[in-house]
């Protein structure tokens, strides 16, 4: 059975157990919680089923289509390290840091579109510091310059980390230390306000931005 042949099987289900709800309990449908009962069984039998996935749980529960890209790795375990295509009219940033054993830092990314044509990549040194805030720097340099490009009014923008903790504070903007407050304010204020996408990926998908970063290490 593949990974394509359980869609069908969990939408059915639910679908099914929804019209029981709504013609023996006299019960609404709720959409969104049919939507992510959906998500939350399609990809527990995916990790059941495909023993090894790699990818944690809440990352396939926001992003199925992450399992679409699953291959073997030559140990045999599944791993994901394919890019997911985008749809037609957006380009994604991926973005990451690097830091050596001497504690000298890197940042890296690129930008794509839905070919995965890349329109800039970038490596560059960025000197000492935590590795969180020089993810918050490249974040907010690269958005900003972004907005002034003239991209900004031909496609809608995704931006794509994998460090959970920065995606954590911009999304909530909670437990945010006092030193990273300003950077992180900015950036989910930029994101709000023009409508970006910021999602969480696990670090195999992000293994390109991974690669600049470590060359941009002084």
Same mark, same amino acid.
């Given at each position: ?30 959409? /969104?919680? =049919?939507?992510?009962?959906? *998500?939350?069984? +399609? ?5 059941? &089923? $495909? !023993? ?84 918050? /720097?490249? =974040?907010?340099?690269?958005? *900003?310059?972004? +907005? ?5 009014? &031909? $496609? !809608? ?62």
């Amino acid at each position: 059975m593949s990974k394509f042949s359980l869609i069908p099987f969990v939408v059915i289900w639910f679908v099914w157990l929804a019209r029981n709800e709504v013609v023996f309990n006299k019960k609404g449908i709720d959409w /969104l919680h =049919l939507d992510f009962l959906v *998500r939350v069984r +399609l990809v527990t039998w995916v990790k059941a &089923k $495909f !023993s090894g996935c790699d990818i944690p749980l809440d990352c396939l529960i926001s992003h199925p289509s992450l399992a679409l890209n699953l291959c073997k790795n030559p140990k045999g375990a599944l791993i994901s390290g394919r890019w997911c295509p985008l749809s037609w009219g957006f380009l994604k940033l991926n973005v990451d840091e690097a830091l050596s054993s001497c504690f000298e830092g890197g940042i890296g990314g690129l930008l794509r579109d839905e070919k995965d044509k890349i329109f800039f990549q970038f490596s560059e040194p960025a000197g000492n510091g935590p590795p969180v805030l020089m993810e918050l /720097l490249v =974040l907010r340099v690269r958005i *900003r310059k972004f +907005l002034n490009s003239s991209w900004v009014n &031909k $496609f !809608s923008f995704i931006v794509e980390s994998d460090c959970k903790q920065v995606v954590d504070w911009i999304s909530s903007q909670v437990g945010v230390p006092y030193l990273f407050a300003s950077f992180i304010s900015e950036i989910a204020g930029l994101i709000s306000r023009f409508g970006f996408v910021l999602r969480l990926i696990p670090r195999l998908c992000n293994a390109k931005a991974d690669k600049l970063a470590n060359m941009g290490i002084g």
